[in-house]
């Protein structure tokens, strides 16, 4: 039965505690019930980022620890992508594929703080089976820190360069007397920095993360978890470039937004309840369930000049002057809740003389997304600036003025199985079945107009995987896999309140697969994992734009490639956590002639990762990381290349 591990497990006897280590930086199982064997017999790439590397590491954000998996790319939102971590696994999209602890977590924010986190899970190919709609090149799902059966206290404090003051508690107690294996965990977070390089932007943050487990009986507990953060930032969009380079004798230091006016404010909220009950030793039931609310105001003013002539009179800008040009105190204020339950029986038995390992189950969530976008109306006129000392502060008239509002919901339905059959003890056949009902509904309301636009969606639709697992040795396991996923018009209308339009309401989903060959080992008593495989995801009827505004379902879409990795210790003091991955990606069939044949945006047909730590006498440690990542296209809409 595939349940969670601690990096440690402790087992009290009398007055004696037996504590056994899972091997460094391998991580045996899943947190999610679904993965019904240990990762290692999974038919699938899966690379976790285990908890030893992100306190190694000191890594901070989610993007930073995903900058431990080759293969993965950061956007920073390229041809609208909106705000917020914006991620590509395996050349797609991965901003409507996040998770927490197995349950989906759309909203697209950023998350930029790690001291709740466990491990982070990348589920690698189409897998919709798994997390709904989506996930076509991959999934992320972040593993919570849990209640454990031992008692420590951690105070962390760090100072640095450039105004970094940190301060973390992850504080755990077993609550003796009260129940059978209760626990109280704790984490606690402060956090400031200014950007290197960048004097007058500022990083602010806090947090509070506490966790209760309650061992109603033998057989039965309760795990009732919060999670608080808030973030204060000063946005920070860079200085003014052309060409790709920046304006000769502007200083990087330099500031061109509005700091009376520019800001980035976020307030996550997350309560979550997790029921498990053993109806006998291979039968259990898993209830989760889980609130959250994220609130984000945002205030930006791009560093776009304008060193011409005034826009509206023609007067002239003087030599060594500027007029701020784009986006000036945009704002956009968004509200996103959701409600999710997820129920499993997760069991074991023989059955015609074949062992299954299985779980069956349903899940239902409501989203919502509202959005108010704004400006504050600033008038530039016969105002000009210094180039080379911006001031940073707008002192002119301004007026916060609602230009539309945006409400979206998205109501999700779905039933799921998974089995994996031992068919003899050399081969295993891993399946899984979901099929969802989705519903949304999406509505914006133009105030200089008072128009509203209102549309509404629906889909149906199976999600299925099979793999084929060939055990050579107790140390080896070769397979096959053949995968599907979908990505419905509603697909990011709660994670950025956007793709239902009278033009794409009415369309199908998009539909993916794939197909992957691989293989893992196990070597010095399983210290060391080896894994290699070579895969191909096609996307077979892409949504495109035609020119007259309408969409068809004409493009086809594919990123084929190896993926390579090595995790655990080369010696007993010698640790490597490494991964290398080729893609090759083409738009392979295109309305557009000038699209067909190209790579897709942002996937580099080569990208590593290395983090290798070896331990020295006296506990002192040393390790070095690298991270590459090749010459790719910016979108996959032109050509223009990203170093």
């Given at each position: 039965?595939?349940?969670?591990?601690?990096?440690?497990?402790?087992?009290?006897?009398?007055?004696?505690?037996?504590?056994?280590?899972?091997?460094a930086y391998r991580t045996t199982h899943s947190v999610s019930v679904k993965?019904?064997?240990?990762?290692?017999?999974?038919?699938?790439?899966?690379?976790?980022?285990?908890?030893?590397?992100?306190?190694?590491?000191?890594?901070?954000?989610?993007?930073?620890?995903?900058?431990?998996?080759?293969?993965?790319?950061?956007?920073?939102?390229?041809?609208?992508?909106?705000?917020?971590?914006?991620?590509?696994?395996?050349?797609?999209?991965?901003?409507?594929?996040?998770?927490?602890d197995g349950l989906r977590d759309s909203t697209q924010t950023n998350r930029?703080?790690?001291?709740?986190?466990?491990?982070?899970?990348?589920?690698?190919?189409?897998?919709?089976?798994?997390?709904?709609?989506?996930?076509?090149?991959?999934?992320?799902?972040?593993?919570?820190?849990?209640?454990?059966?031992?008692?420590?206290?951690?105070?962390?404090?760090?100072?640095?360069?450039?105004?970094?003051?940190?301060?973390?508690?992850?504080?755990?107690?077993?609550?003796?007397?009260?129940?059978?294996?209760?626990?109280?965990?704790?984490?606690?977070?402060?956090?400031?920095?200014?950007?290197?390089?960048?004097?007058?932007?500022?990083?602010?943050?806090?947090?509070?993360?506490?966790?209760?487990?309650?061992?109603?009986?033998?057989?039965?507990?309760?795990?009732?978890?919060?999670?608080?953060?808030?973030?204060?930032?000063?946005?920070?969009?860079?200085?003014?470039?052309?060409?790709?380079?920046?304006?000769?004798?502007?200083?990087?230091?330099?500031?061109?937004?509005?700091?009376?006016?520019?800001?980035?404010?976020?307030?996550?909220?997350?309560?979550?309840?997790?029921?498990?009950?053993?109806?006998?030793?291979?039968?259990?039931?898993?209830?989760?369930?889980?609130?959250?609310?994220?609130?984000?105001?945002?205030?930006?003013?791009?560093?776009?000049?304008?060193?011409?002539?005034?826009?509206?009179?023609?007067?002239?800008?003087?030599?060594?002057?500027?007029?701020?040009?784009?986006?000036?105190?945009?704002?956009?204020?968004?509200?996103?809740?959701?409600?999710?339950?997820?129920?499993?029986?997760?069991?074991?038995?023989?059955?015609?003389?074949?062992?299954?390992?299985?779980?069956?189950?349903?899940?239902?969530?409501?989203?919502?997304?509202?959005?108010?976008?704004?400006?504050?109306?600033?008038?530039?006129?016969?105002?000009?600036?210094?180039?080379?000392?911006?001031?940073?502060?707008?002192?002119?008239?301004?007026?916060?003025?609602?230009?539309?509002?945006?409400?979206?919901?998205?109501?999700?339905?779905?039933?799921?199985?998974?089995?994996?059959?031992?068919?003899?003890?050399?081969?295993?056949?891993?399946?899984?079945?979901?099929?969802?009902?989705?519903?949304?509904?999406?509505?914006?309301?133009?105030?200089?107009?008072?128009?509203?636009?209102?549309?509404?969606?629906?889909?149906?639709?199976?999600?299925?995987?099979?793999?084929?697992?060939?055990?050579?040795?107790?140390?080896?396991?070769?397979?096959?896999?053949?995968?599907?996923?979908?990505?419905?018009?509603?697909?990011?209308?709660?994670?950025?309140?956007?793709?239902?339009?009278?033009?794409?309401?009415?369309?199908?989903?998009?539909?993916?697969?794939?197909?992957?060959?691989?293989?893992?080992?196990?070597?010095?008593?399983?210290?060391?994992?080896?894994?290699?495989?070579?895969?191909?995801?096609?996307?077979?009827?892409?949504?495109?734009?035609?020119?007259?505004?309408?969409?068809?379902?004409?493009?086809?879409?594919?990123?084929?490639?190896?993926?390579?990795?090595?995790?655990?210790?080369?010696?007993?003091?010698?640790?490597?956590?490494?991964?290398?991955?080729?893609?090759?990606?083409?738009?392979?069939?295109?309305?557009?002639?000038?699209?067909?044949?190209?790579?897709?945006?942002?996937?580099?047909?080569?990208?590593?990762?290395?983090?290798?730590?070896?331990?020295?006498?006296?506990?002192?440690?040393?390790?070095?990381?690298?991270?590459?990542?090749?010459?790719?296209?910016?979108?996959?809409?032109?050509?223009?290349?990203?170093?």
């Open positions: 039965m595939s349940v969670a591990q601690d990096n440690t497990a402790a087992v009290e006897l009398d007055s004696q505690t037996v504590v056994g280590e899972t091997p993965n019904t064997v240990p990762l290692f017999d999974m038919p699938q790439t899966i690379q976790v980022i285990p908890a030893e590397v992100i306190k190694e590491q000191q890594a901070l954000s989610l993007r930073q620890v995903l900058s431990n998996v080759s293969g993965i790319t950061f956007n920073a939102g390229e041809g609208g992508g909106g705000s917020g971590d914006s991620i590509n696994i395996r050349g797609f999209s991965a901003n409507a594929n996040m998770q927490i930029t703080d790690t001291f709740n986190i466990e491990a982070v899970e990348v589920i690698k190919g189409p897998n919709s089976v798994f997390g709904g709609s989506g996930t076509t090149g991959g999934s992320i799902n972040q593993a919570s820190k849990a209640p454990k059966q031992r008692n420590f206290a951690e105070l962390g404090a760090s100072l640095g360069t450039d105004g970094y003051h940190r301060m973390t508690l992850d504080a755990n107690q077993r609550l003796e007397g009260v129940g059978t294996g209760s626990a109280f965990r704790l984490n606690l977070m402060a956090h400031e920095n200014d950007v290197p390089g960048r004097d007058d932007i500022d990083r602010q943050r806090w947090g509070i993360a506490p966790s209760v487990l309650f061992g109603l009986s033998d057989a039965t507990r309760l795990t009732l978890s919060y999670f608080h953060q808030v973030d204060d930032n000063l946005p920070d969009y860079g200085v003014p470039a052309r060409d790709g380079k920046k304006l000769s004798g502007v200083s990087r230091d330099d500031y061109f937004g509005f700091r009376n006016f520019d800001k980035e404010e976020i307030t996550s909220d997350a309560f979550t309840v997790k029921f498990e009950h053993d109806i006998n030793d291979s039968l259990q039931l898993q209830n989760l369930t889980r609130y959250s609310r994220i609130d984000r105001d945002t205030v930006i003013s791009a560093a776009h000049v304008n060193l011409d002539k005034e826009k509206g009179t023609n007067r002239p800008i003087p030599p060594g002057r500027y007029q701020p040009a784009g986006p000036q105190g945009y704002g956009r204020d968004v509200e996103s809740q959701m409600w999710i339950n997820q129920l499993s029986l997760i069991g074991e038995n023989e059955l015609l003389g074949m062992q299954h390992s299985w779980v069956a189950g349903g899940e239902i969530s409501r989203e919502t997304y509202e959005r108010e976008a704004y400006n504050h109306a600033f008038d530039f006129t016969g105002i000009d600036y210094d180039l080379y000392g911006p001031p940073g502060y707008y002192a002119g008239p301004a007026q916060r003025t609602s230009l539309d509002n945006t409400e979206t919901h998205l109501t999700n339905k779905a039933l799921y199985a998974f089995d994996t059959i031992s068919l003899t003890p050399q081969w295993d056949i891993n399946l899984g079945l979901r099929y969802d009902w989705l519903n949304g509904d999406y509505e914006k309301t133009t105030v200089k107009t008072g128009l509203t636009d209102k549309y509404r969606t629906e889909d149906k639709k199976f999600s299925g995987r099979a793999g084929l697992v060939y055990k050579p040795a107790d140390n080896g396991r070769i397979y096959v896999a053949y995968g599907t996923s979908f990505n419905p018009s509603a697909e990011f209308l709660t994670t950025m309140g956007s793709g239902v339009s009278g033009a794409t309401a009415d369309l199908s989903p998009e539909k993916n697969r794939t197909l992957e060959l691989g293989t893992k080992w196990t070597f010095f008593n399983s210290a060391l994992e080896l894994d290699g495989a070579l895969f191909r995801v096609e996307k077979t009827n892409a949504r495109e734009q035609l020119a007259d505004g309408s969409y068809r379902m004409a493009g086809e879409q594919r990123v084929q490639g190896v993926e390579l990795g090595a995790t655990g210790k080369l010696m007993d003091d010698w640790k490597v956590y490494a991964n290398y991955t080729y893609l090759s990606s083409e738009t392979t069939k295109s309305n557009d002639a000038n699209r067909k044949g190209q790579a897709l945006g942002n996937t580099p047909p080569h990208s590593f990762n290395l983090w290798t730590t070896y331990d020295l006498p006296q506990g002192w440690q040393v390790g070095y990381g690298s991270r590459y990542v090749s010459q790719r296209n910016v979108t996959s809409e032109d050509r223009a290349k990203l170093a």
